[in-house]
């Protein structure tokens, strides 16, 4: 089981940039597969980015392609989404997750929302133009 804290939302001007960080208790994060999601208001929780438990794959949704990047530490257990050139579209509540059934491979796999087990409370994004 893996505890999640999301950090680093805020209010920014279209164009700027900021990091979110999710922080996981346990020494079992290493282990998931994780993933961002956000969530705008009136509309359904969509999948932003994933990485593979070592760090090695990462898969974007298009619209966010060349704009963020996410990584982990896993010394730190900390999972990041940075986030360049934000648009006012960007705006929601960014949730990080783990991927609790593991052996996933590839876009069409990671981006199932239905497979994260462990979320996090969430951190408001808010661009204004």
């Known amino acids: 089981q893996v505890q999640l804290v999301e950090s680093g939302g805020g209010l920014v001007q279209a164009g700027g940039s900021l990091r979110l960080s999710c922080a996981a208790s346990?020494?079992?994060?290493?282990?998931?597969?994780m993933g961002w999601f956000r969530q705008a208001p009136g509309k359904e929780r969509e999948f932003v980015a994933a990485?593979?438990?070592?760090?090695?794959?990462?898969y974007y949704v298009d619209s966010v392609k060349g704009r963020f990047a996410i990584s982990r530490d896993n010394a730190k257990n900390t999972l990041y989404l940075q986030m360049n050139s934000l648009k006012p579209e960007d705006t929601a509540v960014y949730y990080c997750?783990?991927?609790?059934?593991?052996?996933?491979?590839?876009?069409?796999?990671?981006?199932?929302?239905?497979?994260?087990?462990?979320w996090g409370q969430g951190t408001q994004v808010t661009v204004f133009s």
């Open positions: 346990g020494r079992t994060f290493r282990r998931y597969a």
């Open positions: 990485i593979s438990w070592s760090g090695g794959s990462t």
């Open positions: 997750a783990a991927d609790g059934l593991g052996n996933c491979s590839g876009y069409g796999c990671y981006a199932v929302r239905s497979r994260y087990d462990y």
